[in-house]
């Protein structure tokens, strides 16, 4: 059964920084491109940040660069996304999300990945 587990949420003011982690199961994580997305009240799920299989290439939201960072370390079964210089706007409920590809390519459209996780609540104050 494959999980998908995310942490580190919490509440933190404007300026601040928050690391997510996502500590994946029950599949053979290295096969597998991994994303974020953040989902806001009334709002639909929008891609945050993703990274090859490899780690070697990440991509990011244009809302997000230069502030977030995304890794993984394969050898632990887990993603990360650092988040620094948080803002107001990015108060939302962040998922990680895991899609059967080991090219190079990403996407951003939420309905190719396979597996998500239950979501970690981020609030920044400001």
């Known amino acids: 059964q494959v999980q998908l587990v995310e942490s580190g949420g919490g509440l933190v003011q404007a300026g601040g920084s928050l690391r997510l982690s996502c500590a994946a199961s029950g599949l053979t994580f290295s096969s597998y491109a991994m994303a974020w997305f953040r989902q806001a009240p009334g709002k639909e799920r929008e891609f945050v940040s993703a990274?090859?299989?490899?780690?070697?290439?990440?991509y990011y939201a244009d809302s997000v660069k230069g502030r977030f960072t995304v890794s993984r370390d394969n050898a632990k079964n887990t993603v990360y996304l650092q988040m620094n210089s948080l803002k107001p706007e990015d108060t939302a409920v962040y998922y990680c999300?895991?899609?059967?590809?080991?090219?190079?390519?990403?996407?951003?459209?939420?309905?190719?990945?396979?597996?998500w996780g239950q979501g970690t609540q981020v609030t920044v104050s400001s």
């Open positions: 999300a895991a899609r059967f590809y080991r090219g190079s390519f990403y996407s951003p459209i939420p309905n190719v990945y396979n597996y």
């Open positions: 990274i090859s299989w490899s780690g070697n290439t990440p």
